[in-house]
């Protein structure tokens, strides 16, 4: 087996790298372009995955919280523009109708920008990449890995009491399970009344 040896590399050598090996990334990813004009500035790396949906990648050589934000202007800008990109790169085949992904890719991600992104309601992927170089070997290797987002939690619900009468078919049982609900709810506010007359006298 080779050696090998992890090289830091500039954001320039990771866009190349990406655009190079789209396919390491995610099986199924083709390159597009590449530092497009968007929202005010240029976004990195523009793919199409298997399913045809175009993708909006951010890279950045060190960990940065903010990355999340700048992703998210490039991808409103391709989303709100989506049909003229599937006009402008029609060899790709580029299904509009299909939702626009964003990919951040970065050596490493913080817990918080893991636990911001299980929050947005967008097809989001976070990839942490290596980059290696071998011995005797002058290309660099990149190594992509797919960083887990947990999806957020379950809203939980929480039904009243008056909604259980809603499973109750029968209209007569359940207008007299409604009149006894009634009825049990006077009850609580006689109590009410009575405690707090007899706290008074006290």
């Known amino acids: ?99 626009v992904r964003l990919l951040l890719v970065a050596p490493s991600f913080s817990q918080a920008l893991v636990n911001r992104c299980k929050w947005l309601d967008l097809p989001i992927s976070l990839f942490s990449f290596s980059c290696l170089k071998f011995e005797d070997d002058s290309d660099l290797v990149p190594v992509f890995a797919e960083q887990q987002i947990t999806a957020p939690p379950e809203v939980v619900e929480i039904t009243q009491l008056d909604d259980h009468l809603n499973y109750i078919t029968d209209p007569t049982v359940r207008a007299r399970g409604a009149a006894l609900l009634q009825e049990i709810k006077n009850w609580r506010l006689a109590i009410r009344c009575l405690t707090r007359s007899s706290t008074r006298s006290l």
């Open 1 to 99: 087996m080779k050696k090998f040896t992890k090289v830091d590399v500039s954001e320039q050598e990771l866009e190349d790298l990406v655009r190079l090996h789209p396919e390491q990334i995610e099986e199924g990813f083709a390159y597009v372009d590449h530092q497009k004009p968007a929202a005010g500035g240029r976004l990195d790396v523009l793919m199409v995955d298997s399913g045809k949906s175009l993708a909006v990648a951010e890279l950045k050589v060190t960990q940065d919280d903010g990355m999340p934000f700048q992703g998210l202007d490039y991808y409103d800008y391709i989303s709100t523009n989506l049909e003229a990109y599937a006009r402008l790169y029609k060899d790709h085949a580029i299904d509009p109708t299909q939702q």
